[in-house]
């Protein structure tokens, strides 16, 4: 059974940087893609991007300025770093599996149990 | 981007009830929807993908349909533990993935 368990810091002052690791448990990073998602109450569920195991990475186009992904495949972990934060990037923020089928369906079948980052001053 | 707009944002229903969401693509997405279920502080739980195949280990009451612009996820008998809030998600654009709104499903 594949598990994800992510930390990082949860406050955070407006311009420093957000840091994230998620760790897999059960299962391999290299068979998949992996995935970061955030939850606000005034954006709902926002995709953040991917990242493969050769580190590889797609970002959504809206943060793709100050997102950075990375992955240690001898650790079987992942991380995302998001600079420049203001309160707008306040959510609850999940680490996730992509699933990739055949037949090009994709979904994400394993989460993290979410990590809530505030940005204050 | 691709918007998914789901409805009703709410819903009141009762133990038994026959239960339908709606989530409407801004663009044909073909089958490249999925629905998932989400508790209060828990992270979301995928029930189908592919806008019908019903994710292992998820109960037979769940079902989703539809193709092109509209999908619609049915809950065939409502059980108590079914009472959560339901996203939509597409995969048809990778660029960005883009979710619905959400649907509170609350017991009447």
């Known amino acids: 059974q594949v598990q994800l368990q992510q930390w990082g810091a949860g406050l955070l002052k407006p311009s420093e940087t957000l840091s994230l690791t998620c760790a897999v448990y059960?299962?391999?990073?290299?068979?998949?893609?992996w995935s970061w998602i955030r939850q606000s109450p005034g954006k709902g569920l926002e995709w953040i991007g991917e990242?493969?195991?050769?580190?590889?990475?797609n970002y959504n186009p809206s943060l793709k300025s100050r997102v950075t992904m990375s992955v240690d495949t001898s650790k079987n972990q992942f991380s995302l770093t998001l600079s420049s934060v203001t309160a707008a990037d306040t959510a609850v923020y999940y680490c996730?599996?992509?699933?990739?089928?055949?037949?090009?369906?994709?979904?994400?079948?394993?989460w993290g149990q979410g990590t809530l980052v505030t940005a204050s001053s | 981007d691709i918007q998914m707009t789901q409805s009703p944002s709410s819903l009141s229903a009762s133990v038994g009830d026959r239960v339908t969401i709606t989530c409407r693509a801004s663009q044909s997405i073909s089958i490249y929807l999925n629905w998932y279920q989400q508790k209060p502080g828990k992270a979301p739980k995928v029930l189908i993908y592919?806008?019908?195949s019903l994710q292992s280990g998820v109960p037979s009451r769940f079902s989703g349909s539809g193709s092109g612009t509209d999908f619609t996820l049915t809950i065939s008998s409502l059980q108590p533990e079914d009472f959560a809030t339901y996203y939509c998600?597409?995969?048809?654009?990778?660029?960005?993935?883009?979710f619905g709104q959400g649907t509170r499903l609350e017991i009447k």
């Open positions: 059960g299962g391999s990073l290299s068979t998949n893609y």
């Open positions: 996730g599996r992509v699933r990739f089928t055949t037949s090009r369906l994709y979904y994400f079948d394993y």
């Open positions: 998600q597409q995969s048809y654009s990778t660029l960005p993935i883009t």
């Open positions: 990242i493969s195991h050769v580190g590889r990475t």
């Open positions: 592919g806008a019908s």
